[in-house]
């Protein structure tokens, strides 16, 4: 689970979702406080069942991470709402201090009381994640910020470049108006795309110069259909997420989204969106690809959409946030 997410588990329930063997869809939440039981279980149970039947599976494994007390009430109401769904409930697991243990085996031979003692790190399954590219963060904290904004002298360095870039679009667009924009953005993603692709990164000016262009939907649908699962377009709008200006972070946030979600790297585009509905809570896009994740759709799904614009009549201002 570690290498599936991104970072190590825990204080959470994973409903692992099966179609025959294989196991198709995961999906964490965080265990919730006592008094939020009721509506937790109501939004988790409807939220896995979606995520499970638009995979195709059949069958589930319920994990709860952490102390008795608290994982095995969330277990117990749980298990029966997938039975109830026609979900096949395979196990039932809570992991608490390096073991599991089973809420559905009762034979000491394979899950003994005292639980199953495992290695999170050094076990074959873990090195061969690790070979594999994988990688597993400490926790979700570490995944949030590892695309977290910039602080400091390297902020105030983007702000400073973010207030020339605003001044050099209106510039462009006084001359050329909204077309000279969208082939300035055009190029601008080119070059991006080049560079990381070369293993070097934008200056200061050019995250500004790109960031400002992208507020144009022209400009971000055009980077989505650039956007390639690979690492050097990853590491692209990684890099641009963390240095963008935090008003400005929404476009470049839901472009990093997108392609984790394609390499599935799903808590990482899970975190992006995050981020982008923070830079801006009424983006149409990042509550589109939201609900994407959250319903266990697969990314192949938005690619029969050439141009998933936010509105071609009342395109975004180029001046907002």
């Not at 588990?9 to 179609?19: E, F, L, M, P, R």
């Amino acid at each position: 689970m570690p290498y599936l997410f991104g970072f190590h588990v825990d204080h959470s329930v994973v409903i692992a979702g099966y179609t025959e063997s294989m196991l198709t869809a995961a999906t964490r939440a965080d265990l919730p406080k006592r008094d939020e039981v009721p509506s937790w279980v109501d939004a988790t149970t409807s939220q896995s069942l979606a995520m499970l039947r638009n995979v195709g599976a059949t069958a589930a494994t319920i994990i709860g991470y952490g102390p008795a007390d608290t994982v095995t009430p969330i277990v117990d109401i749980l298990t029966p709402h997938f039975d109830q769904a026609g979900i096949t409930v395979r196990d039932a697991l809570r992991v608490t201090d390096g073991r599991y243990y089973s809420y559905l085996c009762d034979d000491p031979a394979c899950c003994p009381v005292d639980g199953v003692p495992f290695d999170a790190v050094g076990s074959v399954v873990a090195v061969n994640a690790i070979v594999a590219g994988q990688m597993a963060l400490p926790d979700r904290a570490a995944l949030v910020a590892s695309i977290a904004p910039t602080t400091g002298a390297a902020r105030d360095a983007v702000t400073t470049a973010t207030q020339r870039a605003h001044e050099r679009r209106d510039t462009l667009f006084a001359a050329g108006r909204r077309a000279a924009v969208i082939r300035a953005g055009k190029k601008a993603l080119r070059a991006a795309v080049a560079r990381y692709a070369d293993d070097r990164v934008l200056t200061d000016d050019e995250v500004a110069w790109l960031s400002v262009l992208l507020l144009d939907y022209k400009v971000r649908d055009a980077a989505w259909r650039t956007n390639d699962a690979n690492s050097s377009d990853l590491a692209l709008w990684t890099d641009i997420t963390r240095r963008v200006d935090p008003a400005l972070a929404a476009p470049p946030a839901v472009l990093l989204a997108v392609i984790a979600w394609r390499t599935g790297l799903g808590a990482l585009a899970s975190v992006a969106i995050d981020r982008a509905l923070d830079a801006d809570p009424n983006d149409p896009l990042a509550h589109l690809i939201d609900h994407a994740l959250r319903a266990g759709i697969p990314p192949a799904a938005l690619d029969s959409q050439a141009t998933p614009t936010t509105s071609a009549e009342n395109p975004p201002s180029t001046d907002q946030k």
